[in-house]
């Protein structure tokens, strides 16, 4: 019937044929599993990021939160304006800084002679009253008046004694001539107020 001999090579051929087509399988199914760890990675890998930019925008949302926080607590307490540091001129200082007590105040008898108030150029020099350029502070005489030439950052002009009004035409850097436009001008009509200093 059939010989042991001639079987054997069949089964030995049909051995190696099945060892081919299952080395062929084990590359295919490496590259497989390869490609699934490779996606599984890269989904972990996003699901890590999106985690990441979630727990981020918490975090910014909080810190734009106690920003809101610190600007409204910042702000309570201010007014309005903002405080600006008095300049005093020194002519000014001593009608300001006059505490002297009289005898007549301190018996209770009302005084005769109030205080002097003070002038436009007063108030203005000492910030007490807005000035149209913000930083300039103009220069009084000692009755109170305006300096006929007023000056600032390096530009000087004339300007009325009596209100402060400047003269057009007479701006200049450096020195204007303003004593002899001002004398011309105070005869023909500009006149100052009697002013006891």
């Known amino acids: 019937m059939s010989d042991p001999e001639t079987h054997t090579p069949l089964i030995g051929a049909q051995a190696a044929s099945v060892t081919s087509a299952q080395g ?3 590359s295919r199914s490496y590259k497989v599993a390869g490609f699934t760890l490779l996606a599984c990675l890269l989904i972990a890998g996003q699901a890590m990021i999106a985690y990441f930019l979630l727990s981020q925008r918490s975090d910014i949302q909080s810190l734009e939160e106690q920003s809101n926080n610190l600007k409204t607590e910042l702000t309570k307490g201010r007014s309005v304006s903002v ?7 020194m002519n000014a200082l001593p009608v300001l800084m006059d505490d002297s007590v009289d005898e007549e105040a301190s018996t209770g008898v009302p005084e005769k002679n109030a205080p ?6 007063q108030l203005e020099a000492a910030g007490l009253k807005p000035v149209q350029v913000p930083g300039f502070r103009p220069s009084c ?6 300096r006929a030439q007023q000056c600032y950052v390096g530009h000087c002009w004339c300007v009325n004694p009596v209100n402060g009004q400047s003269i057009p035409g007479t701006q200049s850097s450096g020195q204007a001539p303003c004593s002899a436009l001002l004398t011309g001008r105070l005869s023909k009509g500009l006149t100052q107020p009697d002013i006891v200093a």
């Open 24 to 26: 062929g399988r084990s």
């Open 141 to 146: 005489d000692e009755r109170g008046l305006y």
């Open 83 to 89: 405080p600006m540091r008095m300049h005093i001129p």
């Open 116 to 121: 002097p108030q003070l002038t436009d150029c």
